[in-house]
């Protein structure tokens, strides 16, 4: 018996599972990195970002209550990849004055992780006729682009010079 080909509304709900475990991740990551950061302002981007990050998962349960499928997450290596990385940051730099700019570089990539996914799912939803997830999507997507524009301003102002110094 042929397998039935699989189709945009498959891999739709795919990366949604994917960017609901990522953010799931995030959410359980951002309060180590708050902790480990020593520039203060790093430290409360890290806890801005936990809260946003809360209501970015309401946001996908709100898609996948639209899809009619429960809220799950499927396992996501890029993500592990990215927090590991933030992880051994946190591990090899304890205490030196390159530690924040490892975190922010770590953060970075994780939301330009969240930037690429959310784009795609954003323009999917749109293929799909999807026009509430559209909304709800481009929400998160941008901010995770404020995040993110946030994050260069303090690496470029502050977290870097403190490194460097």
């Known amino acids: 018996m042929a397998k039935e080909a699989k189709k945009l509304d498959d891999l739709f709900h795919d990366t949604l599972k994917d960017i609901y475990f990522a953010e799931?991740?995030?959410?359980?990551?951002?309060?180590?990195?708050a902790k480990a950061a020593q520039n203060e302002e790093l430290k409360a981007a890290f806890e801005k970002h936990h809260g946003e990050t809360e209501?970015?998962?309401?946001?996908?349960?709100?898609?996948?209550?639209?899809?009619?499928?429960?809220?799950q997450g499927k396992t996501c290596d890029a993500i592990i990849g990215i927090t590991?990385?933030?992880?051994?940051?946190?591990?090899?730099?304890?205490?030196?004055?390159?530690?924040?700019?490892?975190?922010?570089?770590?953060?970075?990539?994780?939301?330009?992780?969240e930037i690429s996914r959310y784009g795609t799912l954003k323009t999917w939803a749109g293929m799909l006729g999807l026009n509430k997830a559209v909304q709800l999507l481009d929400k998160t997507l941008q901010e995770e682009k404020n995040t993110d524009v946030a994050l260069t301003q303090l690496a470029e102002t502050a977290v870097n010079q403190e490194a460097a110094a």
């Open 24 to 33: 799931k991740k995030i959410l359980s990551t951002l309060p180590k990195m």
């Open 55 to 71: 209501g970015q998962i309401e946001r996908l349960e709100e898609v996948f209550a639209l899809i009619e499928k429960k809220p």
């Open 84 to 113: 590991d990385e933030g992880a051994e940051i946190m591990d090899e730099y304890e205490g030196s004055p390159a530690l924040d700019a490892g975190l922010l570089a770590a953060a970075q990539a994780v939301e330009h992780y």
